[in-house]
């Protein structure tokens, strides 16, 4: 059942204020035991949309972008503080990524006026444009004969818009959302009776609120129709889930090789080895270092993308590749028996010695 209130809340608002206006309108049914998922309106956050050189999924999407956004606001001192939620916008280079950033303090502040209302908030987000990874299941709810209450006359195309992102939150509570569509309850326990989950969707001038028993009941039904699908597509989630994070033991005898080599050739490459190991930092080991006149190919091997993008925002900031930095290759390998997997890489890049 989805209904307007007559009260108007803007992102600028209290949240207390917004957690009155959901109570008083669940406690007009007497529903405010239910687990609640909230969707702010775009003008909560900073919206902005990013690049990965590879296409990640889970918490190591989240880690990755979070460290951009670090890089983006160097010498920020509240950037520790930073919550992100995000959905991937394509699924082939260049890997694009539609992100919300929000203050933790912010994020805190509104759990607690919730908590403070006597009502259980489980999950916090903003709508991506047009549900993001979660339009399949948003048009399936769509169509599903679903007693979605009108309150107006206007067009279906206008009522479709304004229920967006109260179907976008109801779906948070399905079991294969992933977790970086939202911030999670700072509760440690939560309550996971997602068939009678309450949604709410805050717009910009105009607050609705939804219950999703609906659309959980739905989505049920859905999973046990395509179980087969289900199980396939979590067993290639977990095949494709990258291994723990470890750290590479630094070979320091091909690197001592890698030195004399070059060292014998000219005294400049002296500044690009010293260069080379200071942006490949923890997490990176370089196997491979050719050049042909001004041009490098650079080789190696790192724990996952997220260093690789490191590393490679690093040599794009120095001065010494003026042209920056181009990833000829990046491809996930297993490890040998009782060594862990890594990304292999080759870079390309045109140095300049005189810098």
């Known amino acids: 059942m989805l209904r307007r209130t007559t009260d108007v809340w803007q992102a600028e608002d209290d949240p207390g204020r917004l957690a009155g206006l959901v109570r008083e309108e669940l406690a007009r049914r007497e529903e405010t035991h239910l687990p609640l998922a909230l969707a702010l309106p775009e003008a909560a956050a900073n919206i902005v949309q990013r690049e990965l050189p590879a296409a990640l999924t889970g918490e190591e999407l989240r880690r990755a972008l979070l460290w951009l956004i670090r890089a983006e606001t160097e010498g920020d001192a509240h950037i520790e503080e930073k919550m992100l939620c995000c959905t991937p916008l394509t699924d082939v280079p260049p890997?694009?990524?539609w992100t919300a950033v929000m203050p933790a303090v912010?994020?805190?502040a509104v759990y607690a006026a919730f908590a403070e209302a006597g009502l259980s908030l489980q999950r916090l987000t903003v709508c991506p444009p047009g549900g993001g990874m979660l339009a399949p299941q948003i048009e399936a709810a769509r169509a599903a004969p679903l007693p979605w209450a009108q309150t107006n006359s206007e067009s279906e195309t206008s009522v479709d818009e304004e229920v967006l992102p109260a179907i976008y939150a109801?779906?948070?509570f399905h079991p294969e959302t992933p977790a970086q569509c939202y911030w999670g309850s700072t509760q440690k326990a939560i309550n996971l009776c997602r068939c009678a989950a309450a949604a709410v969707a805050v717009l910009a001038a105009v607050l609705f609120w939804g219950i999703a028993s609906d659309i959980g009941s739905y989505m049920t039904a859905v999973q046990a129709r395509d179980e087969m699908r289900a199980e396939l597509l979590l067993h290639s989630a977990d095949q494709n889930r990258l291994e723990e994070e470890t750290e590479l033991r630094a070979d320091m005898e091909e690197r001592a090789q890698l030195l004399g080599a070059f060292l014998s050739e000219s005294r400049p490459l002296r500044a690009l080895l010293i260069r080379l190991g200071t942006a490949a930092g923890g997490g990176v080991r370089l196997t491979a270092l050719n050049a042909e006149g001004q041009m490098l190919r650079i080789e190696g091997e790192a724990v996952h993308y997220a260093a690789l993008t490191a590393m490679m925002t690093r040599l794009q900031e120095d001065a010494g590749f003026p042209d920056g930095?181009?990833?000829?290759?990046?491809?996930?390998e297993r490890g040998a028996a009782g060594e862990p997997a890594h990304v292999h890489f080759v870079l390309r890049a045109?140095?300049?010695s005189e810098v």
């Open 95 to 97: 890997y694009r990524y």
């Open 106 to 108: 912010q994020v805190r």
């Open 170 to 172: 109801g779906l948070l």
């Open 325 to 332: 930095i181009t990833l000829e290759r990046a491809e996930h």
């Open 350 to 352: 045109a140095w300049r």
